[in-house]
């Protein structure tokens, strides 16, 4: 069966400073991964995903992930944290038959100034 | 762009009721999805489809029912509204070809039930 882990429910880092938020999978085959982010009362906005080809994919608002196989993750990463980048984050799978993302529960971030 | 509205962004209704959530996609893609999303607990997939008419369950299905007439339009209906069903609904949609496809999100429905 398919699965994701966020295994922290919440990061805090101070602004300017790196961040990295993990992510792990359990998947048959070539896994389908995704980060999403959500906004205070507002619905999930794609970031970025991974498909095949480089492990390290960039996406939007500088945000980029790290697909390792042999780890069998895909931690989201930025080399400079904004407090606007404060929200829940969520990383997602599907496997090559799947139709529906299963998803993670979620990881808050926290930036502070 | 790709656009997911969903009729309410906060919705109350009483122990009982029946309830319609309602979502449309404008970009014609083949399949919908209705979440739900409650703390420490992600989002869950409640129910989707892949054609006009076609559903399958998801992981929590119980309690809720769907339907789609029109291929842009996907309701979730609580039949009989539970206090346990108050939570955030999130639906999405996308192309026919999924596999490296994100899916589209609407905006959410906030849903008390007192």
């Known amino acids: 069966a398919q699965s994701v882990a966020q295994p922290e429910d919440q990061v805090n880092v101070a602004e300017g400073n790196p961040l990295t938020v993990k992510c792990t999978y359990s998947?048959?085959?070539?896994?389908?991964l995704f980060w999403y982010v959500q906004y205070p009362n507002r619905g999930l906005q794609f970031l970025l995903k991974y498909i095949t080809g480089d492990n390290l994919v960039k996406g939007s608002y500088g945000f980029e992930a790290e697909f390792n196989k042999s780890q069998t993750s895909f931690h989201l990463k930025k080399p400079s944290a904004l407090v606007s980048d404060s929200a829940l984050y969520f990383c997602?799978?599907?496997?090559?038959?799947?139709?529906?993302?299963?998803f993670g529960k979620g990881t808050t971030l926290s930036v502070s100034s | 762009d790709v656009k997911v509205t969903q009729s309410s962004r906060y919705l109350v209704k009483r122990t009982g009721e029946k309830v319609f959530l309602e979502c449309v996609q404008d970009?014609?893609?083949?399949?919908m999805f209705w979440y739900r999303q409650d703390p420490g607990l992600g989002l869950r997939l409640i129910y989707f489809?892949?054609?006009?008419?076609?559903?399958e369950k998801g992981d929590i299905p119980e309690g809720y029912s769907v339907s789609r007439e029109k291929k842009e339009r996907f309701s979730l209906i609580l039949e009989s509204a539970s206090t346990n069903q108050t939570s955030m609904y999130l639906c999405?949609?996308?192309?026919?070809?999924?596999?490296?496809?994100?899916?589209?999100f609407g905006p959410g429905t906030r849903l008390t039930v007192t």
């Open positions: 997602a799978v599907r496997d090559q038959a799947g139709t529906a993302l299963i």
């Open positions: 970009m014609d893609h083949e399949n």
């Open positions: 489809s892949y054609d006009v008419k076609m559903k």
């Open positions: 999405a949609s996308t192309p026919a070809q999924t596999t490296g496809s994100e899916q589209y």
């Open positions: 998947v048959s085959g070539n896994p389908y």
